[in-house]
């Protein structure tokens, strides 16, 4: 024991002999464990974007067959149905619209989502709170904006007056909802909305929040059993995930490819970061043998170092992702639901953990064949070098 | 030079393992490259299947905002225009709902007029015309489904329901189209405008966007301006873009992930050629006694240059060639596991060919260094060094 301490100390102590190839190898982990986390914090933050905000007893109604609000619809009279239904305690039937804004970071066109919602829109979004400006006044051309559009389109400040087509629209308000979708979109009053994009009394979707989470099962039966209706009830956070799946799978998908590829490549970094570190000291190495230091002592020291390489490099790599994307605010189309979604990146511990993980198993294997061959080299022709 | 490169051979095989390792970070850096440039062609693969002489007009406010389709008559009998079509979404999907393409009511007449790179059998063509529920399908799509020209399958409008309430319309496959080898064209489908809007419960005579092919593509922002103009200050005002213009403006709506992933796949690769290039430049660094060695016994400096650069040019264009064939080979696997959600996803030439220089240029500048101070070796300081 007291063996392996000393060899593995006087090993370490070593390394700033070879700092140029030890550096390779922790430039390589910690690249590997950067770009691993930083893709996967991508797919988290969308996810969390798009469940947070949400709260166990609200749900959504669609037409049935549609994909998302865009598509859904519902004659003026099918929307009062849906209503009145006994189990809502709040219930906001809601006019889903997209309008052309323009994207600061790129100057171009982009598919930004407008909602035009009823009186009880913002009690059924928990967290709802506007945080400049004011609400719109039902009945007149005014909006308000969600906090992550207002950040990332352009013209969406307080006082500001929108041009759509022919119609022109106030900007009254700024308002964030709990990080959630909502924050992507404009709203309006679902009134207006309709006059002006010549809709009638149709809407797209309702949304309500029901007086008890456990009477899910009997509002979506009773919905689905009325003949003059034709629907799809879902609970408004099994819809919102079911709306990331395809960009956080793509996402995950293509994150966890580039991190099993480049652990590979690291993985050659690092053994070939060993194999010299192992080859530069064989005579040391036989020496040592030669005074009575087992070749588990060998193994241990040799193992320590890759470890403790890969360690660095995985903490560089961590530290680096959290300090570049924590927080990080893009938008992107929702495959989905064909509108932009603006999140941020979540670097969350957890990623962080898995990161460090992915390093210490690169360190390991990495570590292992050339601890081996250093335990098990010949000592008089070592010596002999 | 045969006694050159046989040096060169043993140099690499005095450590096969680093040889080997070195070699496959370098197949993996290039694995990696040509994922990147299949995602990148990817999201912008309608830039590229767009046409200069052609422009899209769509609604000012939204592209899901519906124009007459009188608007298309308007647009063809102005100057500059050689032919205009109309195209609307449908929102079709087959059998899942989640899995919508692009399926559009046109006048089939004119699509070739329009796009002249599609190509079918000129019999199923003739049948398509004759056929009020006939599809005009891609030959990607018919095959991602299964289908062959002559079945009656039904296709679910997530948006339309036909007059009597259903949202299933039932179609024959009339035609298969072939495109110009962009999967990415032939990922769509076509129908007759006239079934589409007698069969449907509302926005009758209503059309989703205008396609022109213009006479001249250097006016198209002339053409384009006077379209717009043409129906400024009426109820339904107009965009009008070059298709490229308008593909390059939806692939920016993705514009960041597109963009950080691409960004990351850079660093990744050039994390990767720090590794190789380091080790490559070490396996030379090693050896500047047996340098000097070669030319106390009469190598030029020019001769010991070029081993040192062949040494690394070896590893490293081999290396990249294994990694482009294998990055390759994993792109077109992908593009056909994911045709539906990714069409487009294709290894270029131009991929290709970037990744060779690139290799090459790897080879050079991790070679360099060590090729420069071989040649500038002062014998006598290293053999003494030694």
């Not at chain 1, 005074?291 to 660095?312: D, Y």
Request: with cysteine; net charge negative; charged share 15%.
């Amino acid at each position: 024991m007291e063996q392996i301490l000393v060899i593995t100390l006087q090993n370490l102590k070593s390394i700033p002999g070879r700092l140029g190839t030890s550096l390779v190898a922790v430039v390589g982990v910690a690249g590997v464990v950067a770009v691993l986390v930083a893709v996967l914090s991508m797919a988290r933050g969308f996810e969390n974007t798009l469940e947070s905000g949400t709260s166990p007893g609200n749900v959504i109604v669609l037409r049935s067959g549609s994909s998302s609000e865009l598509d859904s619809g519902f004659q003026g009279d099918q929307a009062r149905i849906i209503a009145q239904a006994e189990q809502l305690a709040l219930v906001s039937p809601e006019v889903y619209v997209i309008v052309d804004l323009e994207k600061k970071s790129s100057q171009t066109q982009a598919n930004v989502p407008m909602r035009g919602v009823g009186a009880d829109a913002a009690a059924i979004r928990s967290d709802f709170r506007i945080i400049d400006g004011r609400m719109f006044e039902p009945g007149r051309r005014e909006l308000v904006a969600g906090r992550g559009a207002a950040d990332q389109f352009a013209g969406l400040a307080v006082g500001n007056t929108l041009e759509f087509g022919t119609e022109r629209w106030d900007v009254v308000g700024i308002f964030e909802s709990g990080g959630g979708s909502a924050e992507s979109e404009l709203w309006t009053d679902s009134a207006t909305l309709q006059g002006a994009y010549r809709r009638g009394n149709s809407f797209s979707v309702v949304y309500g929040r029901l007086d008890d989470p456990g009477r899910f099962t009997e509002f979506k039966d009773a919905l689905t059993s009325d003949p003059q209706l034709s629907v799809r009830v879902e609970r408004e956070s099994e819809y919102f995930a079911e709306q990331s799946r395809a960009l956080s799978t793509f996402v995950s998908v293509v994150g966890y490819g580039i991190a099993v590829l480049m652990a590979l490549g690291a993985l050659f970094g690092a053994l070939n970061t060993m194999y010299t570190a192992v080859s530069d000291r064989a005579r040391e190495i036989a020496t040592l043998r030669a005074l009575g230091f087992t070749p588990v002592a060998i193994v241990v020291s040799v193992m320590a170092e890759a470890m403790l390489l890969a360690l660095a490099g995985g903490l560089i790599g961590a530290g680096l992702a959290w300090l570049l994307f924590n927080g990080f605010t893009v938008s992107t189309l929702n495959f989905s639901s064909f509108s932009q979604v603006v999140f941020a990146f979540a670097v969350t511990p957890g990623l962080l953990v898995q990161g460090i993980v992915i390093a210490l198993i690169i360190g390991l294997v990495g570590g292992l064949a050339p601890a081996i061959r250093a335990a098990r080299m010949p000592i008089v022709s070592a010596l002999r070098e | 030079m045969g006694g050159m490169f046989h040096l060169v051979r043993k140099n690499l095989g005095r450590k096969k393992l680093r040889t080997l390792f070195t070699l496959l970070s370098v197949v993996i850096a290039f694995i990696l490259f040509a994922l990147l440039g299949g995602l990148n062609r990817a999201f912008t693969a309608g830039v590229e299947l767009a046409g200069a002489d052609r422009l899209v007009t769509m609604h000012k406010v939204s592209f899901i905002q519906l124009m007459p389709i009188s608007y298309v008559a308007r647009v063809e009998g102005m100057d500059g225009v050689r032919a205009a079509t109309h195209y609307t979404w449908f929102g079709g999907y087959f059998q899942d709902p989640k899995q919508q393409f692009g399926l559009f009511p046109t006048n089939l007449e004119k699509l070739s007029d329009i796009y002249p790179e599609y190509e079918m059998p000129p019999d199923q063509r003739e049948h398509l015309m004759e056929t009020r529920t006939g599809l005009l399908v891609g030959r990607a799509m018919a095959d991602l489904y299964g289908w062959e020209a002559g079945d009656q399958v039904p296709i679910f409008s997530s948006i339309y329901p036909k007059r009597d309430g259903s949202y299933a319309w039932e179609f024959e496959i009339a035609a298969i189209f072939t495109g110009t080898g962009n999967t990415a064209d032939e990922m769509q489908a076509f129908m007759h405008y006239d079934y589409f809007n007698e069969a449907r419960q509302f926005g009758q005579d209503m059309i989703g966007w205008i396609v022109t092919r213009i006479e001249d593509p250097e006016l198209a922002d002339t053409v384009s301006g006077a379209i717009d103009a043409r129906f400024a200050n009426s109820p339904t005002e107009t965009k009008t873009s070059t298709e490229a213009g308008f593909a390059a403006s939806f692939a920016a709506q993705f514009g960041n992930i597109g963009l950080i992933v691409q960004m990351i796949l850079g660093c990744v690769f050039f994390t990767l050629l720090l590794i190789s290039g380091n080790t490559m430049a070490q396996a030379v660094r090693e050896r500047t006694g047996e340098l000097a060695v070669l030319k106390t016994i009469g190598f030029s400096d020019a001769r010991v240059t070029g081993m040192v650069l062949a040494e690394s040019l070896l590893v490293a264009v081999v290396g990249g060639v294994i990694g482009l064939l294998i990055g390759g080979l994993f792109v077109t696997g992908a593009a056909s596991a994911l045709a539906q959600f990714f069409p487009g996803l294709a290894m270029s030439s131009g991929t290709l060919l970037w990744g060779l220089m690139l290799a090459v240029a790897l080879g050079l500048v991790t070679g360099a260094w060590p090729a420069w101070r071989a040649a500038r070796l002062d014998v006598i300081d290293a053999m003494g060094r030694r």
